[in-house]
């Protein structure tokens, strides 16, 4: 049975920071491409950052120079370290494991940035 579980959200001042991590059980991970994605209210999902197998990484524009994914083959984990938050942030943030035809989706976390 594969689980993909999130966690680290949390509600965070503008400015702040803070790291989601998601562990993923029953697939071969390190095979598997993984990826953040959020959705905000009345918005649809949008990727926010993609890590391959080999390392590769991308980032949605509008993070780029503030979050950062991570791998760990050994623990099965992906982690997403975010710094100078935004309102604009505030999303549900999912964690996605690719290895087509298998795609799997994790329940998300909450990401809140206020004051």
């Known amino acids: 049975q594969v689980q993909v579980v999130e966690s680290g959200g949390g509600l965070v001042q503008p400015g702040g920071s803070l790291t989601l991590s998601c562990s993923a059980s029953?697939?071969?991970?390190?095979?598997?491409?993984m990826a953040w994605y959020r959705q905000a209210p009345g918005k649809q999902r949008e990727m926010v950052a993609t890590i391959s197998p080999n390392l590769n990484r991308n980032y949605a524009d509008s993070v780029k120079g503030r979050f950062a994914i991570s791998r760990d083959n050994a623990k099965n984990t992906v982690s997403l370290r975010m710094i100078s938050l935004k309102p604009e942030d505030t999303a549900v943030y999912y964690c996605?494991?690719?290895?087509?035809?298998?795609?799997?989706w994790g329940q998300g976390t909450q990401v809140t940035v206020s004051s």
């Open positions: 996605h494991a690719l290895n087509p035809p298998n795609a799997y």
């Open positions: 029953g697939i071969r991970f390190s095979t598997y491409a």
